[in-house]
C-alpha cells in the first residue's frame, strides 16, 4: 500500500500541457504546423525539449495497418531508448528519477520514413506531463534538408547483416548519415526521403514513385483518406523553413531499374523500362531522360530553396550513374548560370560497413557524414 501511495504521489505532481501550450517546445520535420495534435510524417521528425524536472512523458497516437512506427529518445544528445508504438493512444515516458535540478535535452525522433506503402501508418503526438520547468532551445546556426532513397531513409542501418525481412525495426534516423552530418555542423535538418524511389523512376520502373512529383507538398507520397485527413498532401510552405543546403542522394534506384523488369502501368497498360543495350551498357536515350529529371528537379529545388546551396551527392551503393549526374548538373549550371550547385561523392559501403538488407550500416553512414560534413563545412564558410 505504501509503495502504491508514493507512486500516485509522484503522478499527481506531473502537470498535463497541450504543445500549443510549450512555449519552449522545437518541432523538428516537415508538419503542417497543426500542434493539435502533432503529426510526424518524415524520418527524423520529432520535438525537442530543454526539461528542467525530474519526470517526462509524451502522449503519442499511433496506427498502422502492416507497417508500425519506432522512435528514439535521446538525452543530452545521447540515444537512452529506442522503441516500437503499439496502435493506440498512450504515454510513453521519457525519462523519470533524474536530477530535478538539471536542465536535459530531450529529443524524440521518428526513426523510421512515411510509409507510401501503408495508407494506415500515422504517428501524432498530442501532448506531455511534466513535474518540472521549460527552457528555451537554443536555434542551431545552420539548416539542411536532406532528400533521398532507402539509404536516406536508414534502412538497414541497424540489425545484423544477415536480415532481409522488410520490416520497419531495421530502419533508423539516428545511426544515418543524415544525423551524424547534422550533429557534425551543428545544424538542423529535415529529411525527405523513400526506399526504393528515385528521381526518373523507382527500382522496379515504376515513373510514378518519384520524389520530384511530391517535394512541393508536406508529405504528397503518403496515400489514403486518413493520410489526406491529417494534411499530408497540404501544399508545403517553403518560407517558413529556408535551408542553407539542400542535399540529394538519389539515382541508386534509378540505376537498379535498368536490370529490373519493365513495370506495367495497370490503368494504361503501358509498359515502362530504363534499357540496356545488348552488350549491357545503359540505353543512352534512357540515360538522357534520366539527366533532364536530373536538370529539372534541380530546377524545382533552386525555385523553392532560393539561396541554398544544393549538392547532389552519390556513391554510397555504388557508382553506376555518377557520369550521368555530373553531365546533368552541368548541364543545369550551364543553362542557368546558377553555381551554388555541386555533385559529391560518398564512399562506398564495405563488406566490413554493410548493414541489414545488404544496405549501409552504421559504420557506412558514419564514414559517409564524416566525409559529406567536411565538404559541406567549406561550402557553407565560403
Known sequence: MEETSLKDQDQKKLKPYALSEIAHLKVHGRTTGDLAPLTLFWTGSGIELNAKGSELWIEVEADYDQYESWITVLINSAAVSRQMLTKGRYWVCLFR??????????????????????????????????????????????????????????????????????????????????YMTAEALNAEYRVISQSGWGVLTSWDNNPRNVIPAYYEQVCGLLTGARNEALGAFRKHEFASWQPDAVVVNLGTNDAGAFNNPAWGDPVTGEAHKQRLNEDGTYNEEDLRAFERAVESFLGKLRKNNKHAHIVWVYGMLGLPLMPSIYRAVDAYIRATGDRRVSVFQLPDTTDETVGARTHPGKRAHAKAAEALSGYLGGILKG
Request: with cysteine; net charge negative.
Open 97 to 178: 528519477g533524474m536530477n530535478p535540478d538539471r536542465v536535459k535535452n530531450v529529443r524524440v525522433v521518428k526513426d523510421v520514413q512515411a510509409m507510401n506503402g501503408d495508407p494506415g501508418c500515422s504517428l501524432r503526438i498530442h501532448a506531455v506531463k511534466f513535474d518540472g520547468t521549460f527552457a528555451p532551445v537554443e536555434d542551431k546556426p545552420v539548416k539542411i534538408e536532406f532528400i533521398g532513397d532507402s539509404i536516406t531513409s536508414g534502412e538497414g542501418a541497424v540489425g545484423a547483416r544477415t536480415e532481409e525481412d522488410w520490416i520497419p525495426m531495421w530502419f533508423s534516423a539516428v545511426d544515418n548519415y543524415t
